[in-house]
């Protein structure tokens, strides 16, 4: 599903990532640490294809993407990957039932059941009572449970997650947690980045990013 073949990243003279390996097989979570500015996010967004890479290569769902056109690349997207990341990233004048159903919306599912499929990743995120409250009504961690909600509603076969629990507290990154291993089961391929170690247990395998390398 996702293999990344000495990966290097370099800012000038700083590289960031340096021959970096890393294999995910459907069906597998993987959970990357380590400290702050280490080059986590900056992995994520590679991996995703949403940053480019100095040299390797890197494919996902079995195809090289090194070349491929931005139009492939955005198909490949919206067909295959979800996204988790640190900034919400909704849209303020949608409410958080339209903020779901986008990526519905995308790929042509119809109304009513785009609707639907909404609702109930809403309802499993705690939020069947936020369905019409629009981003500037919901806190902090209301609107990273609808960007979740968002980023699983089409279940996809990739996801990324960069720190998806940092602004919930227990109960709210239980339901988070449980919703991202649905997929895991449901054979999707999962990578997340965190600093929160009690997180470890969910994951099929693990790895550290220091000197620009897995370990």
Known sequence: MIKAEKICKNYGDLNVLDNLDLH???????IITGPSGTGKSTLLNVLSGLDTFDAGR??????????ISHKEMSLLRRK???????SYNLISSKNSMENVAL?????????FHRRSAAINALEKMGLGDK???????????????????????????ILF??????????????????????????????VMITHDNSLLKYADCNYV???????
Do not use: W
């Open 24 to 30: 995910v097989k459907s069906g597998q979570f993987c």
């Open 161 to 190: 997650c960069d720190e998806p629990t940092g602004n919930l507290d227990k109960e709210s990154a239980e339901m988070v947690m449980k919703g991202i291993l649905s997929l895991r089961d449901g054979g999707s391929a999962i």
């Open 103 to 111: 990526p519905l919306k995308y790929n042509r599912i119809k109304y």
């Open 58 to 67: 890197l494919y996902l769902m079995d195809k090289e993407i090194k070349n």
């Open 131 to 157: 369905l019409y409250h629009y981003p500037h009504q919901l806190s902090g961690g209301q609107q990273q449970r609808v960007a979740v909600a968002r980023a699983l509603v089409t279940r996809p076969r």
């Open 80 to 86: 295959y990957i979800g996204f988790i990341f640190q």
């Open 209 to 215: 990013l220091k000197d620009g390398k897995l370990q």
